[in-house]
């Protein structure tokens, strides 16, 4: 099964309906990612950023088209989406019915899994992932327990363990510590090859050093698309965030950062 | 293959599990050895299964409801489902004109589910938080039970002779006949392969809607198909065998207590399991314990008040974890 090699987004578009009242969340969006691409989606609050990974995860209805491997996502068996993409967000758990790290780590097998217990394959599969993040050392801990923190780490361990072609990830940087940070950065960059990555962030200074290709949207229209250095320049930033940017490059890291 | 990782937390639920299915299913079996050899052969055969199939069936609905609502005081006499079940049989005694037995589940699952369903209705309504569950499942609860105890003194105005029709206020296993247990064990039966189909989906439900819906399970429909089926299976127990409070609840946190996991494929049967012994040992508590002075109680009288006091600690555990 050889699905998943690039994802194409042509003019989609999403409503909601909330009191009688029509919203648009997204407008005419297209983007096309490659296999190897690290591709982020920026911009301000409520630009439609999680709506854009919820209607190529397939889980909210949209207009356009959403092709996978230029196939119409809508005709791909809902069995082999729920394998080849994971979507990650976060969760709020009922504390006293919280399964485990591993536990719910393991649940990202189900879709792959054929019997009712997990197999040794499974347990393996699992486990390097959590070493792989370094949360093997949580593994016994209650979900409902960690820190936001740490529960974004098991969550890109629970997006990962089911050996996804595609992974969506909502906001993979919020709560985490600034070196967890790069190591996450750096994990993304690794996995690039294997996972095609879409992502989405609030953090310029993450985006800017870890995607390879950058959307920005706001009001749910794509604003503008391309390599970091075309995209994250001080005119887009300071344009669409309302607030003046500069955008430093030490040749090592670039860092755009708003001005005070 | 070898596993990394120096304890495998899932591996020791595992061997926790055999051990404990193995150990409550000896005293099951002891237990209703030494019942059934009282006397009165095939009576007491009917009221031992009787007991064990309904104990079975309200912890696994209590299981099922948890997890499918996310919600851990979720339980069939908590959420109405008992009231619903007992109306509705009760308004059947009364207007039809030759009731039979037979009807009696078919009716029950149509009133427990209704009530169920309004439960869910106003409980979303005002946020769908654990509580407004338990606020507007008592709510509705009240409401029916109540209607259903003065519909009782119109059935025995009107038919006094009615058998056991008051047993069903609180639950108990004295009207042990044999189209109940009929009834029962193809449900018990059917109960036990829906486990194997809804215990992986209600374990990504538990993570999250959207968490399930990525995994493959339409999360909104696994909802729906887990509450009727535990709304439909507790009201043909409640048709058998009367309201019966607590089990449905405290027995799938007995079963997560003693599993150290939220595993809904070792929860449901551990609890299940749970549920038959917790009521088979009440019933004979209630046969044996009063009997020098009052005579029998009902199985559901002893179950309530063992299962109040921890429905209480249960509810100061969740708070105090907040």
């Not at chain 1, 950023?49 to 196939?71: R, S």
């Not at chain 2, 293959?1 to 193995?22: H, N, Q, S, W």
Request: aromatic share 10%; net charge positive; charged share 15%.
């Amino acid at each position: 099964m050889e699905v998943g090699n690039f994802i194409e987004v042509k003019g989609v578009r999403v409503e909601y309906r909330s009191r009688g009242e029509v919203i648009v969340a997204l407008n005419n969006v297209s983007l096309q990612v490659n296999k190897s691409e690290l591709f982020c989606v920026l911009g301000p609050n409520g630009s439609g950023k999680t709506t854009l990974l919820k209607a190529i995860a397939g889980l909210v209805k949209h207009g356009g088209a959403i092709l996978i491997d230029g196939v119409n996502a809508l005709r791909i068996p809902k069995k082999t989406i729920a394998k080849v993409i994971s979507y990650s967000s976060d969760v709020s758990l009922p504390e006293m019915l919280s399964l485990t790290v591993e536990e719910a780590v393991l649940t990202s097998r189900y879709p792959i899994s054929k019997s009712f217990l997990e197999s040794s394959e499974d347990f393996y599969r699992a486990h390097e992932v959590m070493k792989m993040l370094g949360v093997l050392g949580l593994q016994n801990r209650k979900l409902s327990e960690l820190s936001a923190g740490e529960l974004k780490k098991v969550l890109l361990a629970m997006a990962l363990a089911k050996d996804p072609k595609i992974l969506l990830l909502d906001e993979p940087d919020a709560h985490i510590d600034i070196k967890s940070k790069v190591e996450l950065s750096k994990t993304l960059k690794i996995l690039k090859d294997k996972v095609l990555t879409i992502f989405t962030t609030h953090d310029v200074v993450f985006a800017a050093n870890t995607a390879t290709k950058v959307l920005i949207l706001n009001n749910g229209e794509g604003v503008a698309l391309g390599s970091v250095k075309e995209v994250l320049t001080e005119e887009v930033l300071s344009k669409v965030y309302g607030v003046k940017f500069r955008v430093l490059n030490n040749g090592e890291t670039i860092v755009p950062i708003p001005v005070y | 293959m070898k596993l990394p990782g120096d304890r495998e937390f899932a591996k020791i639920v595992r061997i926790k599990f055999a051990f404990l299915i193995t150990f409550f299913s000896i005293i099951l079996t002891l237990s209703s050895y030494f019942f059934i050899n009282q006397g009165h052969f095939s009576y007491r055969v009917n009221r031992v299964l009787l007991g064990l199939f309904s104990g079975f069936i309200f912890a696994y609905s209590g299981s099922m409801l948890q997890s499918s609502l996310r919600n851990p005081l979720a339980d069939p006499y908590l959420l109405g489902i008992g009231g619903g079940a007992l109306l509705s049989i009760y308004v059947y005694y009364l207007v039809a004109p030759t009731p039979s037995v037979l009807h009696v589940p078919l009716v029950a699952s149509i009133g427990g589910l209704s009530a169920l369903f309004l439960t869910i209705l106003i409980a979303e309504a005002v946020g769908g938080s654990d509580v407004a569950y338990v606020l507007s499942g008592i709510g509705i609860s009240s409401f029916f039970s109540g209607v259903a105890i003065t519909l009782y003194y119109f059935i025995l105005s009107r038919a006094p002779h009615t058998p056991y029709i008051y047993a069903m206020l609180i639950g108990s296993l004295v009207d042990a006949t044999k189209w109940k247990v009929d009834f029962l064990l193809p449900l018990t039966l059917a109960l036990i392969f829906l486990y194997f189909l809804t215990a992986k989906p209600l374990n990504a439900l538990i993570i999250g809607d959207e968490y399930a819906s990525q995994l493959g399970f339409n999360a909104k429909y696994v909802r729906l198909i887990t509450a009727v089926i535990a709304g439909v299976s507790s009201s043909i127990a409640v048709s058998a065998i009367g309201i019966i409070g607590f089990i449905g609840l405290v027995s799938p946190h007995i079963a997560r207590l003693l599993l150290r996991t939220s595993d809904n494929r070792f929860v449901i049967p551990l609890a299940s399991l749970t549920g038959a012994l917790v009521l088979s040992l009440s019933d004979i508590a209630a046969k044996t314990f009063l009997s020098w002075s009052v005579g029998e109680v009902p199985a559901g009288v002893i179950a309530s008040v063992f299962g109040a006091p921890l429905y209480v600690m249960l509810i100061l555990r969740g708070y105090k974890w907040r």
